[in-house]
T-cell receptor, first 117, second 111 residues
């Protein structure tokens, strides 16, 4: 079974703190993603990575950065946490399947509920 | 207009009912269509996966894609209280591409 794990289920931080969210997948997936999920807004893509040391901005990258030093690990960094970054953060991974019609679904971790006070 | 629209609900049905969940989308380039189920305080898990148009059945679940109408559906037969969750539709243009998610429909199946 695919397993995507996230370092914390719940996290409480103060405004201005630097926050690290870690994600690890054990299926040798090439692609990894970070989303945030807010009521009424659904899942919004923050950053994604198609390969080690590669990163691409998603729809809402402002205030975030990422790091992918190893294939199985993708970190999300909040340089200076703010209250509007209080949210559920979800990591996902998938194969980069280059066969047309192949499966490219994303597998999600359990999420980290971050509260910034 | 949002790229993917989905009625947020909440939708409440009695146990045993047939449930119909729907999404509409605006981008005709989408080819991969997925339904995820998300229980409270958990990450989404893939329920159904469809490439291009047509129907797909898996137990009590049936996914339909109508690309001409830009409309996808998920049907749940003989709904159970354990089906109570938020259902997210997702779609993408091509392999390896990013997904666009609907906001999710919250479903409650009452015993």
């Amino acid at each position: 079974d695919v397993k995507v794990t996230q370092s914390s289920r719940y996290l409480v931080k103060r405004t201005g703190e630097k926050v690290f969210l870690e994600c690890v997948q054990d299926m040798d997936h090439e692609n990894m993603f970070w989303y945030r999920q807010d009521p009424g807004l659904g899942l919004r893509l923050i950053y994604f990575s198609y390969d080690v040391k590669m990163k691409e901005k998603g729809d809402i990258p402002e205030g975030y950065s990422v790091s992918r030093e190893k294939k199985e690990r993708f970190s999300l960094i909040l340089e200076s946490a703010s209250t509007n970054q209080t949210s559920m953060y979800l990591c996902a991974s998938s194969f980069a399947d280059y066969k047309p019609g192949g499966r490219n679904e994303q597998f999600f971790g359990p999420g980290t509920r971050l509260t910034v006070l | 207009q949002k790229e993917v629209e989905q009625d947020p609900g909440p939708l409440s049905v009695p146990e045993g009912a047939i449930v119909s969940l729907n999404c509409t989308y605006s981008n005709s380039a989408f080819q991969y269509f997925m339904w995820y189920r998300q229980y409270s305080r958990k990450g989404p898990e893939l329920l159904m996966y469809t490439y291009s148009s047509g129907n797909k059945e898996d137990g009590r679940f049936t996914a339909q894609v109508d690309k001409s109408s830009k409309y996808i559906s998920l049907f749940i037969r003989d709904s159970q209280p354990s089906d109570s969750a938020t259902y997210l539709c997702a779609m993408s243009h091509n392999y390896g591409q990013n997904f666009v998610f609907g906001p999710g429909t919250r479903l409650s199946v009452l015993p």
